[in-house]
């Protein structure tokens, strides 16, 4: 199983980036995808998720409106696309993957991350 995130870096306030997340190893199709962040000292937070067919979103407050999840299923990538970049989006960026399933009628789940991709929003 491989998570491969690419795209951070470092952008000015009001910039955009594109982050993609790689998937290998599993039915991506299957799971539902997430974004992740980390600030310093800060604890790891849910910045988006998108459901296994694409079909539902979800945001944290604090990215609602600026920054949207999609995923191509073909191409077994999720992307999070990132607008009016804030210093405070300032964090290590995670992807996550995760699928719910029951196993003699108790649930279980498989939960796979990435390394994760900084991104510094900074003049």
């Known amino acids: 199983v491989q998570l491969v995130e690419s795209g951070g870096g470092l952008v000015q306030p009001g910039g955009s980036l594109r982050l993609s997340c790689a998937a290998s190893g599993f039915t991506f199709s299957s799971y539902v995808m997430r974004w992740y962040r980390q600030a310093p000292g800060k604890e790891r937070e849910l910045v988006a998720a998108i459901t296994s067919a694409g079909g539902v979103t979800n945001y944290a407050d604090s990215v609602k409106g600026r920054f949207t999840i999609s995923r191509d299923n073909a191409k077994n990538t999720v992307y999070l696309q990132m607008n009016s970049l804030k210093p405070e989006d300032t964090a290590v960026y995670y992807c996550?993957?995760?699928?719910?399933?029951?196993?003699?009628?108790?649930?279980?789940?498989?939960?796979?991350w990435g390394q994760g991709t900084q991104v510094t929003v900074s003049s």
């Open positions: 996550n993957a995760w699928f719910q399933y029951y196993s003699h009628g108790v649930p279980k789940a498989n939960d796979y």
